[in-house]
């Protein structure tokens, strides 16, 4: 009457099950330094770990995590996520995926999510609390975000600041270009 068998299963899924990793094996976490790529006479001046750069303005599901540094010439974003939604590459001698060129920072703010605060800073300004975004309004129309939300709180202040005081300099000479100005500048006489 009733057969005591199992039912054979009756779909069939044709894709490939994911690769077995030793992840399962080895529960230490990988961790690999993430380390900028400068060029010569580029010295970093702050940089933060724990800093999520967001892609999405509606969503995080597409938020990056990495290394937020700031160069003289250059602020860089590391990180090991590949980026989401690119349908192309280009890529540039100078400048990584992640990069901004200080020159190209029109505005910077920065808000503190606990305290409702936002600030626009200058090159000699204070920040009074600790920020937990930065906004960055380049010239090229671009708007990068950074949320500081793992990262300590006084790092996040001071690459907030070196930002502000290398993207808008008092004394022109600050600027990375200006390193490498001919020797016949120097030398001219009028």
């Known amino acids: 009457m009733f057969s005591l068998k199992p039912p054979r299963p009756t779909f069939r899924s044709y894709l490939l099950p994911p690769p077995q990793t030793d992840d399962k094996i080895n529960s230490e976490p990988k961790i690999k330094k993430l380390e900028p790529v400068l060029l010569p006479g580029e010295i970093v001046v702050n940089e933060v770990n724990f800093v999520r750069k967001c892609i999405a303005t509606d969503t995080s599901q597409y938020d990056l995590w990495g290394k ?46 606990h305290k409702r605060k936002q600030k626009v800073l200058g090159p000699n300004q204070k920040l ?56 016949k500048y120097h030398n001219s006489e009028a």
């Open 128 to 183: 009074k609390f600790n920020p937990t975004e930065l906004i960055i309004y380049c010239k090229d129309f671009r708007i990068v975000r950074f949320r500081f939300d793992e990262s300590g709180p006084e790092s996040a202040k001071k690459v907030c600041l070196a930002i502000a005081h290398y993207s808008q300099p008092t004394d022109l000479q600050l600027l990375f270009a200006f390193e490498y100005v001919g020797k």
């Open 68 to 113: 937020l540094i700031c160069s003289n010439f250059k602020i860089s974003f590391i990180t090991d996520d590949p980026m989401p939604l690119q349908k192309f590459h280009y890529r540039n001698l100078l400048l990584g995926e992640h990069d901004v060129p200080l020159t190209c920072i029109e505005q910077i703010v920065t808000v503190n999510d």
